[in-house]
C-alpha cells in the first residue's frame, strides 16, 4: 500500500494566507469604489486610513519615474522654447544696438547743422573708411569731383565739446565720387595759424599728438588754455578763423625770438560726419 503524501504545514499556511489578502484586497477595492452611502461610511474610511500610508509610498516611488519620463520625451519642446526665446533675445538686442546708431547719428547730424562757415558755402559728407592705422592719418567720404570737390580744399567738422565747427583737414585726393582726406595731426600737414594777434605755422604731430606751432613772436602774451584759429590772410588756403584748438603748453625757445607752443586739436576726429568747405585754394 502506497504510503499517503503529506504537505508540509507551512504550504497550507501559505496558502491560507493568500486567500485572506486576496480577500481583503477585494474588500478594500469593493469598499473603496462604493458611493459612499452612510452604512458603509466608517468602514470605507477605515480602509483608506489603513491603505494611505501605502498609496502614499507608492507616489512617492512612482512620481519621479514619472517625471523623469516627462522630462526625458519633453526634452525637444523644452529646448525648441529655450531656442525661440533665445532668438527673440537677440532680435530685440539687434533692434536696441540699432536704435541707438539711429539716435546717435540725428544727434550727430543735429550738431553738424550748426557747423558752418561764413560767406562760403559746404556741403556735408560722410567718412566712409576710417584711417587704417594708427600711422595712417587720412580717411576717405564720399563726395568728389562730381560733387565739385577740388584737392587742397578744407573739412571741417564738430568740436569735441560745444556746438561750433572746426579745422579737421584738408582734401589731399579726389576721384569722381570720393576723396581722400589728410587730417590735420599728419606730420606733413601745415597751415597758417593765429594765437594772440600773431601768426605762425602749425603742423601736424601724428594721431594722438598735440600739433605744434612755431614761427609766434616772442613779444606776444602766449598762455596755457588760449585759443588757435586759422590765418586770417586772404591767401590762406582755409578760411579765415575756423577754431583749431587751445594751446596746452608755450616754451620761448632757446634764443628767446619766438615761441614753440603745443596745441590740442579740438576736432572731433572720430566723427562720421564732415563738411567739405567749397572755397578754391589759392593758385
Known amino acids: 500500500m502506497a504510503p499517503s503524501r503529506r504537505y508540509p504545514s ?7 494566507t493568500i486567500r485572506v489578502l486576496l480577500l481583503l484586497s ?13 452604512p458603509l461610511r466608517p468602514v470605507r474610511n477605515a480602509v483608506a486610513t489603513v491603505f494611505s500610508p501605502v498609496r502614499a509610498a507608492g507616489r512617492a516611488v512612482f512620481s519621479p519615474v514619472g517625471n523623469g519620463w516627462k522630462g526625458a520625451f519633453g526634452y525637444d519642446d523644452v529646448k525648441a ?15 536696441d544696438a540699432e536704435i541707438a546708431r539711429l539716435e546717435k547719428r540725428v544727434a550727430e547730424l543735429e550738431r553738424m547743422n550748426e557747423v558752418t562757415v561764413d560767406a562760403l558755402r559746404v556741403r556735408l559728407a560722410e567718412v566712409t573708411a576710417d584711417p587704417l592705422s594708427n600711422f595712417d592719418q587720412s580717411v576717405q567720404i564720399d563726395l568728389g569731383s562730381k560733387q565739385g570737390v577740388k584737392r587742397g580744399m578744407a573739412v571741417i567738422t564738430g568740436l569735441t565739446t560745444g556746438s561750433r565747427g572746426g579745422l579737421y583737414g584738408r582734401v589731399d585726393q579726389v576721384r569722381a565720387n570720393s576723396s581722400t582726406v589728410k587730417l590735420l595731426t599728419t606730420p606733413s600737414f601745415a597751415v597758417g595759424a593765429t594765437v594772440a594777434g600773431h601768426t605762425g605755422v602749425l603742423e601736424g604731430q601724428g594721431r594722438g599728438a598735440d600739433l605744434r606751432l612755431t614761427g609766434i613772436s616772442a613779444n606776444a602774451e602766449v598762455k596755457k588754455g588760449a585759443w588757435v584759429y586759422t590765418s586770417t590772410s586772404d591767401d590762406s588756403q582755409f578760411p579765415k578763423n575756423l577754431v583749431v584748438g587751445r594751446v596746452t603748453r608755450a616754451d620761448k625757445d632757446a634764443t628767446d625770438l619766438s615761441w614753440t607752443i603745443e596745441v590740442e586739436p579740438l576736432a572731433d576726429l572720430g566723427g562720421q560726419l564732415v563738411k567739405v568747405v567749397y572755397k578754391d585754394p589759392p593758385r
Do not use: F, I
Request: without cysteine; neutral net charge; glycine residues 0%.
Open 10 to 16: 507551512s504550504n497550507r499556511s501559505n496558502k491560507s
Open 26 to 38: 477585494a474588500l478594500t477595492l469593493l469598499v473603496l469604489d462604493l458611493p459612499a452611502t452612510r
Open 81 to 95: 522654447d529655450n531656442e525661440k526665446l533665445r532668438a527673440e533675445l537677440d532680435e530685440r538686442a539687434s533692434q
